[in-house]
T-cell receptor, first 114, second 116 residues
Framework: DTGVSQDPRHKITKRGQNVTFRCDPI?????LYWYRQTLGQGPEFLTY????????KSRLLSDRFSAERPKGSFSTLEIQRTEQGDSAMYLC????????????FGQGTRLTVV | DQQVKQNSPSLSVQEGRISILNCDYT??????FLWYKKYPAEGPTFLIS?????DKNEDGRFTVFLNKSAKHLSLHIVPSQPGDSAVYFC???????????????FGKGTKLSVKP
């Protein structure tokens, strides 16, 4: 399977704990995006990387959120001191610059903060 | 303020008939538009796109129409099939010819139900 892969698929955590999600993009894609989706809403942009450089961050991305893509391949999204409002589906997508802006999404990580 | 709006939360269509999903946008800097389909517990799947230099793009049963003066686009599915039942998201980007190249702005989605 050469699609976007996300791990874990589901995560339940207690409020105040830290969580980390991983995303493996399509191998030839140099752009990687993180989105968040809550019930009844469309995906909301969080941040994106071109190769290893983080080029854009949304105002939604509070100081408790940090994303990395150290070698320009996989990426991690960490949420520190989780809050109940962080409960959402976290989606990763990738694309190749120069071929339109179509982004291809993974299946997402469902986070539940209790 | 929502920049991409899908005003119909749901749509029900009979199998074999046409499904028309609508989307409006407010930002004239958007130059590329996309439709995604999403099944429950899965990520969105890219369906079809259109750049602002075109007014129509067709791919099999799916056609997207763009009316720039009205800032409106629509997705036509014909004939509709029960397997098309899903949530459809409209998305826009200012990234093809300028502006932010980083992200897509999504609408809230329209749930399509195709009844046999």
């Amino acid at each position: 399977d050469t699609g976007v892969s996300q791990d874990p698929r589901h995560k339940i955590t207690k409020r105040g704990q830290n969580v980390t999600f991983r995303c493996d993009p399509i191998s030839e894609h140099n752009r990687l995006y993180w989105y968040r989706q809550t019930l009844g809403q469309g995906p909301e942009f969080l941040t994106y990387f071109q190769n290893e450089a983080q080029l854009e961050k949304s105002r939604l991305l509070s100081d408790r959120f940090s994303a990395e893509r150290p070698k320009g391949s996989f990426s991690t999204l960490e949420i520190q001191r989780t809050e109940q409002g962080d409960s959402a589906m976290y989606l990763c997508a990738s694309s190749f610059q120069g071929e339109g802006v179509e982004a291809f999404f993974g299946q997402g990580t469902r986070l539940t903060v209790v | 303020d929502q920049q991409v709006k899908q005003n119909s939360p749901s749509l029900s269509v009979q199998e074999g008939r046409i499904s028309i999903l609508n989307c409006d946008y407010t930002n004239s800097m958007f130059d590329y538009f996309l439709w995604y389909k999403k099944y429950p517990a899965e990520g969105p799947t890219f369906l079809i796109s259109i750049s602002s230099i075109k007014d129509k793009n067709e791919d099999g049963r799916f056609t997207v129409f763009l009316n720039k003066s009205a800032k409106h686009l629509s997705l036509h599915i014909v004939p509709s099939q029960p397997g098309d039942s899903a949530v459809y998201f409209c998305a826009a980007s200012g990234g093809l010819y300028g502006g932010s190249q980083g992200n897509l702005i999504f609408g809230k989605g329209t749930k399509l139900s195709v009844k046999p």
